[in-house]
């Protein structure tokens, strides 16, 4: 455990520069900032809307861009940046030859990627709330001081992180082994626009694919309920996420035997 802990915190240490990492706060910030700024300067447009209604559509400007493009390019990147510092100054024999096990190495890596991901879906919820309000002051007029939209905002984007995973888990092993840029990313973008293009179209196996799981959860996000129109329901745990969450856990035991076996280079 003190290997991994160590091994984690030397990922921090080494990407706290790289773009990956402000990756993860920049992107947030300034898709919300542009959802505030369509809501400030276009704020006639959304003064008859109820609270509720306000808010889900100043959510679904972040949403909209993130979970149906954005958020696979973007953890195709953050797992080929996290490989991509051993790479470039070609430090794998070096990381290896510690007195840290194999284990500790490769699995302080995936969390770290995993963190960076939480990180920037976390920092989406928490701007999203943190502007909308902001706007309430700004524009009295628009009534997002009439609807709470923080839980379900939390358990939407809960469950992108989650579709996430394995998309996460098989670029991450790409980028392990491959050191060039063209191939993980080359292949990643070809799976993600297979992977939208089966979800956009409805095929009912999209749920399959590791590529379309960001936007088949948010197709699949809402429960059908019965109850007051006020009250929205979120189904986390969908097929998607449940394959999704399975293809991570596999691929990340399988690579863990492939890099104890491999000599990496």
Known sequence: ?????????????????TAGFWGAIILPFLISLLALSIFYFKSEKFVAMSG??????FALVSLGVMGTLLLPIYTIFIAYSVNNVEHKADTWKTLFSLPI???????AKFAYAVFLVLLCLSLFVLFTIGFGNLLSLLKPELKFNTYHLEWVLTQV???LFLSSLGILSIQFLMSL?????LKPMGIGFILTIVGITAASKGW????TLPYAHPMVALSSMFKNKRGPAQDIAIDVFTKDVFVAVAVSVVVFIAGYFIVQRKSVK
């Open 1 to 17: 455990m003190k290997g991994f802990i160590l091994s984690f915190r030397s990922e921090f240490y080494k990407s706290r520069k």
């Open 52 to 57: 509720m209604l306000l808010w889900l559509q």
């Open 101 to 107: 096990s194999r284990w500790s190495v490769y699995g």
């Open 157 to 159: 984007y809960f469950k």
């Open 177 to 181: 082994l491959w050191s060039d840029f």
């Open 204 to 207: 009912e196996y999209a749920y």
